[in-house]
């Protein structure tokens, strides 16, 4: 059974980091493009940045762009996403995805694994 397990959320004044991460089982993703969305409340699901197999091209969502990284790590088969200078805005649940194919992707319709989300919560 594929599972992907998101954690690090949490509670954040504005201002602050939060570092989430994501711990794949039941397959590896080494071979695979994967991403991060997210849904603030009340809104639908959105892109959050993405990677693709071995790291070499990332892209991200203008919104969070200079301010997030995505990273991920093929030996743990493992996805990272570091936030900074957090805003209100950037509060949503989080979710870890991956996809078939080795590029990365904005489209949330191209994901086939989705983890069950984590919340991030920034207070001003």
């Known amino acids: 059974q594929v599972q992907l397990v998101e954690s690090g959320g949490g509670l954040v004044q504005t201002g602050g980091s939060l570092r989430l991460s994501c711990a794949a089982s039941g397959r590896t993703f080494s071979s695979n493009g994967m991403g991060w969305f997210r849904q603030p409340p009340g809104k639908e699901r959105e892109f959050v940045a993405t990677i693709d197999w071995n790291g070499g091209r990332t892209r991200y969502a203008d919104s969070v762009l200079g301010r997030f990284t995505i990273s991920r790590d093929n030996v743990k088969n493992t996805l990272d996403l570091e936030m900074n200078s957090l805003k209100s805005e950037d509060t949503a649940v989080y979710y870890c995805?991956?996809?078939?194919?080795?590029?990365?992707?904005?489209?949330?319709?191209?994901?086939?694994?989705w983890g069950q989300g984590t919340q991030v919560t920034v207070s001003s």
């Open positions: 995805a991956g996809k078939f194919g080795a590029s990365g992707s904005a489209m949330s319709g191209e994901y086939y694994y």
